[in-house]
């Protein structure tokens, strides 16, 4: 069974405070995808990447970061949390490739709290 | 004018009804539609999906894309409390991004 993992469901963090996201896939996907999703919002894209230590920004990329060192890891970073990022993150991957459906797997997500 | 539009208002529906969700879209260039299932402190998966115009059924979920219109529909026949979730549809050029509709909260009332 194909899985995205991400490793905190619930974080709670105060304002200022450095914040890591982990997400791993077992898929051997080549694309991975940091989204958020706020009620009203929808799914917003932060950050994706196609391949290992490549990245590209999203539609909201402020004041997050990503990491990604191996294909089947990619972390996003709050250098200094504000509770404007207080929100649902979720973590993505597909295969690569134009044509076919670009379709996503998401991990369950990681509530983040900052106070 | 955002690349997709959904109407996030929550719908409630009774046990048995057909749901009927829908989206419109203002790029052409989209060929992959699709539509995600989000239950409560989940993350999205993918229901179904067509490409280019027509229709789709699986089971008693049907997917339908006007592409002339812009417009794309799901519908739930016989629905069940288990469908409870957020529907979100998503669309794709082909490439590596997928653009989203806010999601639609639908709730069968048994």
């Known amino acids: 069974d194909v899985k995205v993992t991400q490793s905190s469901r619930y974080l709670v963090k105060r304002t200022g405070e450095k914040v890591f996201l982990e997400c791993v896939q077992d898929m051997d996907h080549e694309n991975m995808f940091w989204y958020r999703q706020d009620p009203g919002l929808g799914l917003r894209l932060i950050y994706f990447s196609y391949d290992v230590k490549m990245k590209e920004k999203g539609d909201i990329p402020e004041g997050y970061s990503v990491s990604r060192e191996k294909k089947e890891r990619f972390s996003l970073i709050l250098e200094s949390a504000s509770t404007n990022q207080t929100s649902m993150y979720l973590c993505a991957s597909s295969q690569l490739g134009t044509g076919g459906t670009g379709e996503l797997f998401f991990g369950e997500g990681s509530r983040l709290t900052v106070l | 004018q955002k690349e997709v539009e959904q109407d996030p208002g929550p719908l409630s529906v009774p046990e048995g009804a057909i749901v009927s969700l829908n989206c419109t879209y203002s790029?052409?260039?989209?060929?992959?539609f699709m539509w995600y299932r989000q239950y409560s402190r989940k993350g999205p998966e993918l229901l179904m999906y067509t490409y280019s115009s027509g229709n789709k059924e699986d089971g008693r979920f049907t997917a339908q894309v006007d592409k002339s219109s812009k417009y794309i529909s799901l519908f739930i026949r016989d629905s069940q409390p288990s469908d409870s979730a957020t529907y979100l549809c998503?669309?794709?050029?082909?490439?590596?991004?997928?653009?989203f509709g806010k999601g639609n909260q639908v709730v069968v009332i048994p």
């Open positions: 998503a669309m794709s050029k082909g490439n590596n991004r997928l653009a």
């Open positions: 790029n052409s260039a989209f060929q992959y």
